[in-house]
T-cell receptor, first 113, second 113 residues
Framework: GNSVTQMEGPVTLSEEAFLTINCTYTATGYPSLFWYVQYPGEGLQLLLKATKADDKGSNKGFEATYRKETTSFHLEKGSVQVSDSAVYFCALSDRGTASKLTFGTGTRLQVTL | DVKVTQSSRYLVKRTGEKVFLECVQDMDHENMFWYRQDPGLGLRLIYFSYDVKMKEKGDIPEGYSVSREKKERFSLILESASTNQTSMYLC????????????FGQGTRLTVV
């Protein structure tokens, strides 16, 4: 079946540091890949997505590239801010599974001044 | 502004009670989902529905049932609440397609005592 593996948190960084959150996946076929973010006290919201190999998704300074050869979709940001403190979820959707999303366990990011 | 609305942010129920969690979306989406979120376990799919009166079990359906009588409304039912069902419950909706965005409600934190 489908699965998503994320690096465990929490990740603690100083403001303006470089961020990488690793994500690898297992899926049949060619899934679409997503990063969702959950700010404190809120539901999840889409951060970025990529739908085919070598696509790069980007939003709010975050980027992730769909790497089919390594089955990875790592999230990066060049300079984090305190306001980026949240839980980040990697997810995939397989065309054969009726629009279901499979999520990783989430990575908590804490950014300090 | 598109919305997925969950009826309660916080609920406290007694062991053995029948509990209803309600979710309404205003985007005319075919697909609706109930997830459970627990620390270290990420989001786990309980049930989903791809059309009115249609439902499928997710990864952890035991102890739960669902109802979808109208397209916009998807209810999660705990037939006899137990303490191990204390959790955060998230509803989501999504149009059909592997690359579409899922929209989440703010979550219901349920405590069973």
């Amino acid at each position: 079946g489908n699965s998503v593996t994320q690096m465990e948190g929490p990740v603690t960084l100083s403001e303006e540091a470089f961020l990488t959150i690793n994500c690898t996946y297992t899926a049949t076929g060619y899934p679409s890949l997503f990063w969702y973010v959950q700010y404190p006290g809120e539901g999840l919201q889409l951060l970025l997505k990529a739908t085919k190999a070598d696509d790069k998704g980007s939003n709010k300074g975050f980027e992730a590239t769909y790497r089919k050869e390594t089955t990875s979709f790592h999230l990066e940001k060049g300079s984090v801010q305190v306001s980026d403190s949240a839980v980040y979820f990697c997810a995939l959707s397989d065309r054969g599974t009726a629009s279901k999303l499979t999520f990783g366990t989430g990575t908590r990011l804490q950014v300090t001044l | 502004d598109v919305k997925v609305t969950q009826s309660s942010r916080y609920l406290v129920k007694r062991t053995g009670e029948k509990v209803f969690l309600e979710c309404v979306q205003d985007m005319d989406h075919e697909n609706m989902f109930w997830y459970r979120q627990d620390p270290g376990l990420g989001l786990r799919l309980i049930y989903f529905s791809y059309d009115v009166k249609m439902k499928e079990k997710g990864d952890i359906p035991e102890g739960y049932s669902v109802s979808r009588e109208k397209k916009e409304r998807f209810s999660l039912i705990l037939e006899s609440a137990s303490t191990n069902q204390t959790s955060m419950y998230l509803c989501a909706s999504r149009s059909t397609g592997a690359d579409t965005e899922a929209f989440f409600g703010q979550g219901t934190r349920l405590t069973v005592v």
